[in-house]
């Protein structure tokens, strides 16, 4: 069992950064793979960024391919989600999850409970 807690998000404007933290619990934790999706009013959940078990491999949606950075530290059981030259369209909920090292929702067995992320033009 993994519980997660983001934290970070909050308002700034289009330019701006952001780093989002996602604090896992549980012993089992750097056995996961690790990912943050995104979900906007009115839109499905999507994925933005994942990282493998051992942080070796990441990948990022089109999207945010090229300002956003993805991390993590196992000995702190904690994820990272470096945001930098944000955009309106970044405005969402930001979700952590752990599981498999997809691209897809399903393939995550736990999910935190969101972090609201505002971009003002």
């Known amino acids: 069992q993994v519980q997660l807690v983001e934290s970070g998000g909050g308002l700034v404007q289009a330019g701006g950064s952001l780093r989002l933290s996602c604090a896992g619990s549980g012993r089992t934790f750097s056995s996961y793979a690790m990912a943050w999706f995104r979900q906007a009013p009115g839109k499905e959940r999507e994925f933005v960024a994942r990282i493998s078990w051992s942080g070796d491999l990441t990948g990022y949606a089109h999207s945010v391919k090229g300002r956003f950075a993805i991390s993590r530290n196992n000995a702190e059981n904690t994820v990272y989600l470096q945001m930098n030259s944000l955009k309106p369209e970044d405005t969402a909920v930001y979700y952590c999850?752990?599981?498999?090292?997809?691209?897809?929702?399903?393939?995550?067995?736990?999910w935190g409970q969101g972090t609201q992320v505002t971009v003002s033009s």
């Open positions: 999850a752990a599981g498999r090292y997809m691209e897809y929702a399903g393939g995550y067995d736990y």
